[in-house]
């Protein structure tokens, strides 16, 4: 029986197959957009492991892509606006670019006051090549520059040394005290 549209913008009885065409020729295999819960947090391990062992991913990407998820839903959990049931929305993709190599994409709602320090942050750590990247790591790691959610941005360091690749991010407006930040990592199939 055909359903009659539906007056939302996007009618997803119609538009499923254009949905699952979007994301087949955009090669994501993975995609979660909802709320970060341990048990969520769990349930995406294992699918990631699953999607990653259908594509006969090798185990050193693997492990580059498991880690980068791990860092990124703690990051979300973490850092990530909250709420009135006090989680956080979040997204988060696994795909295929079109040279056959995996990267990872998050976001997850911020203020405008975060969204600031995290642009200072990114655009510091892009600024960072391997060498100072590993340094910048250590001194943070040393000298405590923990900010009052535990983090000093070593969850970024890891993801880019862990990936070798420069974070892209973006800021997608909201309303006037939120947006959606999204970041985009490359991994690199290098040997680290």
Same mark, same amino acid.
């Given at each position: 029986?055909?359903? !009659?549209?539906?007056?939302?913008? @996007?009618?997803?009885?119609?538009? !499923?197959?254009?949905? %699952?065409?979007?994301?087949?020729? =955009? %090669?994501?295999?993975?995609?979660?957009?909802?709320?970060?819960?341990?048990?969520?947090?769990?349930?995406?391990?294992?699918?990631?492991?699953?999607?990653? !062992?259908?594509?006969?991913?090798? +185990?050193?990407?693997?492990?580059?892509?498991? #880690?980068? +998820?791990?860092?990124?839903?703690?990051?979300?959990? $973490?850092? /990530?606006?909250?709420?009135?049931?006090?989680?956080? !929305?979040?997204?988060?993709?696994? *795909?295929?670019?079109?040279?056959?190599? @995996?990267?990872?994409?998050? /976001?997850?709602?911020?203020?405008?006051?975060?969204?600031?320090?995290?642009?200072?942050?990114?655009?510091?750590?892009?600024?960072?090549?391997?060498?100072?990247?590993?340094?910048?790591?250590? #001194?943070?790691?040393? $000298? =405590?520059?923990? $900010?009052?959610? /535990? *983090?000093? /941005?070593? *969850?970024?360091?890891?993801?880019?040394?862990?990936?070798?690749? %420069?974070?892209?991010?973006? @800021?997608?407006?909201?309303?006037?005290?939120?947006?959606?930040?999204?970041?985009?990592?490359?991994?690199?199939?290098?040997?680290?």
């Amino acid at each position: 029986m055909e359903v !009659a549209a539906a007056s939302y913008p @996007f009618n997803l009885v119609e538009n !499923a197959w254009s949905l %699952k065409k979007m994301m087949l020729q =955009n %090669k994501l295999i993975m995609v979660y957009s909802d709320h970060i819960t341990p048990k969520s947090f769990e349930y995406l391990m294992h699918l990631a492991e699953d999607k990653l !062992a259908y594509f006969n991913t090798d +185990l050193k990407n693997k492990k580059k892509i498991l #880690h980068i +998820l791990v860092e990124s839903l703690q990051n979300i959990a $973490t850092h /990530g606006y909250k709420d009135s049931s006090n989680t956080v !929305a979040s997204l988060f993709v696994i *795909g295929l670019d079109d040279e056959k190599k @995996f990267f990872v994409l998050a /976001g997850n709602t911020v203020t405008h006051e975060s969204k600031e320090y995290l642009r200072e942050k990114l655009d510091h750590l892009n600024s960072l090549n391997a060498d100072e990247l590993r340094m910048f790591y250590k #001194h943070s790691i040393q $000298t =405590n520059s923990f $900010t009052d959610k /535990g *983090g000093a /941005g070593l *969850g970024f360091i890891d993801i880019m040394r862990k990936s070798q690749s %420069k974070l892209h991010y973006h @800021f997608s407006p909201i309303n006037e005290e939120h947006s959606f930040f999204t970041f985009k990592v490359d991994i690199n199939p290098k040997s680290e």
